[in-house]
């Protein structure tokens, strides 16, 4: 037996490294390209010298593109959506188009969720639009067309008259029915009238419903004295995983009009959007806010932090809250 250790670890080095004794290829070499079968962008800048063209995709990844010579319309593609195909160098990660499509198009383009898709809370949507000053509408609206949800938001174009992708991420309201539709569309500057209206019907997963609280001062409560008494009111919505979010989303909507006359307010300027919520193994909540949020005056910087504090605290996993702006911590609303 000893006799027959040294061959069978030579065998097990030479296999080891590649090298099958016994009549073996070892492993197929992987192909350095990969097929592009369709890439759909904006087309945001042109350099004809080297024939390269730069594609924004609706996740807001930025693609090389080089054309081959037989492809005349780099250049007209320019601030347009497009249509590539070719073969992607994987080192490199550059695409080599043997087919350019310049798409004419509506002014705004939804490319995910797809129409009858079925689709859970939040509702997650790409697009890419070309819009006065890169902004836009949107809605949601239940089976009976009522309107249920509404905002706005902006396009990321490089400038006026291009293309740009944007992203959506909304919280959906509770729905008796899962049939609804997501609307996106401009107004006319001139009469306010509908434009480019695009209209996407889905379908919720289930019509279960998530309830939270969220927290307010109130005149007629003593807040006027206290500066961080605040308290809290029901919102539910479409059943959600990202709770937390949902919650502070609805505590910048600020009261209903029912909750105004009883009293409630709120110390956070309507403007102020949610950028980011996270919480770590610790249990502090990071809640990241854009520089709308930021407020003069000790009692309104107080109340400030109440609403938010209060608003994550009732979360079991949050034992902590820090507030940021615009990814800084902001130290005025810190405790």
Known sequence: MKRLFPAIFASLLLVGSGCLPFGGTGSPEVSSIEPVGELFGAAESYKEDVRELSVRTADGGLEDVKLVEAIENGKDAVGELVKVSGERERSTRVITATSLEIVHAGNLVVTSPTPNATVTSPLVVFGFGRTFEQQFAWRIKDDSSAIVAQGHAFTHAPDGGMYGPFRLDVILPAMKEKAFSLEVLTFSE?????????????????????????????????????????????????KTSTVGRAALEALLDGPTSAELRQGYFTSINRATE????????????????????????SCRVTSIRAQIDETLRQFPTVADVVITVDGKEDTVLQP
């Not at 980011?276 to 809640?287: D, K, P, R, V």
């Open 190 to 238: 001139r009469d306010g009238s509908e434009k480019d209206l695009v209209t996407v019907p889905l379908s919720l997963l289930t019509t279960e419903t998530t309830t939270v609280q969220v927290f307010f001062p109130n005149a007629s409560k003593g807040s006027g004295k206290d500066c961080s008494l605040v308290f809290p009111v029901g919102r539910t919505f479409a």
């Open 274 to 297: 949610l950028n980011s919520l996270s919480i770590n193994e610790q249990g502090t909540a990071t809640a990241d806010f854009t520089p709308e949020l930021n407020a003069a005056g």
